[in-house]
């Protein structure tokens, strides 16, 4: 068992790009025991007679062949990656999980991303689009480019947030880090929407980031330690799953548990991968939306676009991009947008499944963390929705202690069935959030946000008013009072 590097270049570029670091790593006169190997592959500015441009789901699977040939199952393998390189190790990792195939994937324990254009990349868009509007990989650079998002969401879900081995999900550490100064792509697009504590900026351009001339620069010391705690890691730490999941990444329908909500085989299941992790402001993001199949039976709803293959592929506000607004934001899962407020907010978040509502409720509470919970009116049409959504609004009556989680019911500008059926929309959410009527708090409840826009600006003052709130009724945890420790004197009087 053996610890590889297998670094990835990126567009326009070879394996000679990793040249410079290379000779870093012969000349270091402290050596760590792992393997290099650089992976090449074509990316020409302009295709020749007879030979074609691969596309990035070709270079995917050209990379799996690659690390089956040069590397074995036990390996610790560590991608590093510069700019497109680390879609391609994306694109790759989602591909083999999306296939049941996380048994076999396991081997990568660590993405290293440098440059990555995860939201993808302005610089000199008009000239892409006229000079290489036909060539595969320049197309999937562009901004917020659809396969290349929803690629992303699928990673953050199967193995950033992953705990086990299973078909479809496996643990694999992802560090994403932004050029200091690089005007290719921005710090925004290369950190993207992944965990705070694993993204980071180093000095240097686009090019420069991964070219250091000495090893006391801030990249190579970076590249140790990976290095180093991949030599650390062992086998032993992945645990496979005792238990198969569908194709969506969730985990098939069980029997609920005796004090939850009655739970179908086409509506939300439970995750049994254990309690959450405790941290303070941890932030849930809970979606209450239905799949595209459960969409289609509900009568009232007549578009199912919004929907996708599991919960939490909802995106209310998709639309053809316009003159008015040329961007791609509202293409994005709602969730998606959650956790970029939530991490611009400072906070570290997570995508919980919707069944297990009621017990991260007390969880949360009991923790000093946060649930947003984004509900889909035209879900709780189906009874499971709408039991989830209901006992979750009489969380705070009766002896309950208040919560000051927000509660999003977004109004879609882009969606004709809310102007066509709009009473329908009012009468769902009477009809599923009483009491959060009631109490009429406008902060916590967000109602009818019409835009991408609307909703990221009223859901950041949502989780700061949560987290001024949380200061003056959160738990305190402190030690028990007792005797002084052995080693504390006891002064007497003089």
Not at 18 to 46: G, H, M, Q
Not at 261 to 268: D, F, K, L, Q
Request: hydrophobic residues 35%.
């Amino acid at each position: 068992m053996a610890a590889v590097a297998v670094f990835v270049h990126g567009l326009f570029s070879s394996a000679r790009t990793w040249d410079t670091l290379e000779a870093l790593f012969l000349a270091d006169p402290d050596p760590i025991d792992v393997k290099r190997l650089p992976w090449n592959y074509p990316s020409p500015p302009v295709g020749r007679p007879l030979e074609s441009i691969p596309s990035f789901n070709t270079l995917a699977d050209s990379l799996w062949t690659f690390l089956e040939t040069e590397t074995d199952a036990e390996d610790r393998v560590c991608l590093v990656t510069h700019s497109q390189g680390g879609l391609i190790a994306q694109r790759l990792i989602v591909r083999m999980l999306k296939d049941g195939r996380g048994s076999e994937i396991q081997r990568i324990r660590s993405l290293v991303m440098f440059a990555c254009p995860n939201d993808g990349s302005e610089f000199h868009l008009t000239l892409r689009r006229g000079f290489f509007r036909r060539h595969p990989q320049v197309q999937d650079l562009k901004p917020f480019h659809q396969e290349v998002q929803d690629t992303r969401h699928d990673l953050i879900n199967r193995a950033v947030h992953a705990t086990v081995v299973s078909e479809s999900r496996c643990p694999i550490t992802v560090w994403a880090y932004a050029g200091q100064t690089d005007r290719v792509v921005t710090p925004e697009s290369a950190q993207s929407a992944f965990p705070k504590e694993n993204v980071g900026v180093l000095p240097g351009t686009h090019s420069k980031i991964i070219r250091p001339k000495s090893p006391d620069e801030l990249i190579y010391k970076k590249l140790r330690q990976h290095f180093q705690q991949l030599r650390a890691s062992h086998s032993s730490l992945r645990i496979p799953a005792q238990r198969s999941e569908t194709s969506s990444g969730q985990p098939p329908p069980t029997a609920p548990p005796a004090d939850g909500p009655p739970v179908s085989a086409s509506g939300p299941s439970p995750r049994p991968d254990g309690d959450p992790p405790t941290d303070a402001f941890l932030v849930h993001i809970v979606v209450a939306a239905g799949t595209t199949e459960e969409i289609r039976a509900i009568w009232p709803r007549r578009a199912d676009q919004y929907y996708g293959t599991s919960h939490d592929l909802w995106a209310p506000y998709m639309h053809e991009p316009t003159q008015e607004e040329p961007d791609y934001s509202g293409r994005l899962p709602l969730a998606y947008h959650a956790g970029v407020v939530a991490t611009v907010r400072d906070f570290k978040y997570r995508i919980a499944d919707v069944a297990q509502l009621q017990h991260l409720t007390t969880w949360a509470e009991e923790n000093n963390q946060f649930i947003i919970l984004l509900v889909d009116v035209w879900s709780t049409f189906m009874p499971e929705f709408a039991s989830i959504v209901h006992r979750y609004d009489v969380r705070a009556t009766g002896s309950e202690p208040q919560r000051n989680d927000p509660v999003v019911v977004p109004w879609s500008r882009y969606d004709p069935s809310f102007s066509i059926d709009g009473r329908l929309f009012w009468e769902r959410v009477s009809a599923n959030l009483p009491h959060a009527l009631e109490r009429g708090d406008p902060d916590l409840l967000i109602l009818a946000s019409e835009t991408p826009d609307e909703f990221k600006r009223r859901l950041a003052k949502a989780l700061t008013v949560a987290k001024t709130r949380l200061f003056t009724t959160g738990r305190v945890f402190q030690e028990p009072p007792g005797p002084p420790p052995p080693s504390m004197p006891i002064l007497g009087n003089p």
